[in-house]
């Protein structure tokens, strides 16, 4: 079986990092859940950009690289 696998690039997890943590750490600091990201990947051929909500917003946090691996 084929699997599309979406790997962020180092600069793009470090951004990611950036924008999420301050959100999870204080909702953890007020003893809830951690919400989810909502990630937007835009694949095209000139490469695979991608973009976090946050509140009602886009950001883009950068690019990714996308593969096929696995069986036919």
């Not at 204080?26 to 859940?33: F, H, I, Q, S």
């Not at 835009?42 to 990714?64: F, H, P, R, S, T």
């Amino acid at each position: 079986m084929r699997r599309l696998q979406i790997t962020l690039t180092e600069e793009a997890t470090r951004r990611y990092l950036e924008l999420i943590s301050p959100r999870t750490k204080a909702e953890v600091n007020e003893d809830m859940e951690p919400s989810s990201p909502c990630f937007r990947i835009d694949m095209d051929m000139l490469g695979d950009q991608v973009y976090l909500e946050i509140g009602n917003e886009w950001v883009d946090v950068g690019e990714a690289e996308s593969q096929f691996v696995g069986g036919k």
